[in-house]
């Protein structure tokens, strides 16, 4: 299994690093006609994909106390802790600016 996932780590990196090369320095493939007739969806497009959007951060935001939740049954004994390692159990607990640092820190 950790062969399996180091393998599964490398292609991820090598695929997101040819993603990102491909996507921001290597030269452009396509016609200059193409390019310069290129646009912005309308709003036809634009507002199912705001729908959309907004719909699934506020349902995972609603749910996920029936994924991630403290005592939730959605896992039930797939996720083992020793009691030594209890720290993930104390995380739930953190007061909530704690929990919101990485946000902050991230803008």
Partial sequence: AYWLGSFAAFFTAFYSFRLIYLTFYAKNNSYKKIIENSHEGDIVMSFPLVLLAFGSIF?????????????????????????????????????????LIPIFLSL
């Fill in 59 to 99: 349902i995972g935001y609603l749910m996920k106390d029936l994924i991630i939740g403290v005592g939730t049954l959605f896992w039930n004994n797939t996720l083992f802790y020793l009691p030594v390692n209890l720290n993930i159990l104390q995380a739930e607990f953190l007061p909530t600016f704690i929990k």
